[in-house]
Nanobody, 125 residues
Framework: QVQLVESGGGLVQAGGSLRLSCAAS????????MGWFRQAPGKEHEFVAG????????GYADSVKGRFTISRDSAKKTAYLQMNSLKPEDTAVYYC??????????????????WGQGTQVTVSS
């Protein structure tokens, strides 16, 4: 069992930066690939970024590539999403997720077993 708690969301102006954190409970954090997803009002849940169990492989949605960076710190049992050059269209609730089955950060939400409660990110124009 893994519990995930996101933090770091907030209100920022367009062009600004935020860093989201996802703290995991349990002793097997390194056994899980991690992903970040988001959902904006009236829009579908969408993949943002994923990272493998080792941290050696990452993947991004085209909409955030070059602006967002996913990382993980196994000692702290925490995954991060550094978001730079934020745009109003990045406004959403951001969720982190952990996958026991997929060794890589899958873009498929069904691959994930555990989800956090979400943190709101609002980007003003």
């Amino acid at each position: 069992q893994v519990q995930l708690v996101e933090s770091g969301g907030g209100l920022v102006q367009a062009g600004g930066s935020l860093r989201l954190s996802c703290a995991a409970s349990g002793r097997t954090f390194s056994s899980y690939a991690m992903g970040w997803f988001r959902q904006a009002p009236g829009k579908e849940h969408e993949f943002v970024a994923g990272i493998s169990r080792s941290g050696g492989n990452t993947g991004y949605a085209d909409s955030v590539k070059g602006r967002f960076t996913i990382s993980r710190d196994s000692a702290k049992k925490t995954a991060y999403l550094q978001m730079n050059s934020l745009k109003p269209e990045d406004t959403a609730v951001y969720y982190c997720a952990a996958s026991a089955e997929s060794p890589y950060g899958s873009s498929w939400s069904e691959a994930y077993d555990y989800w956090g409660q979400g943190t709101q990110v609002t980007v003003s124009s």
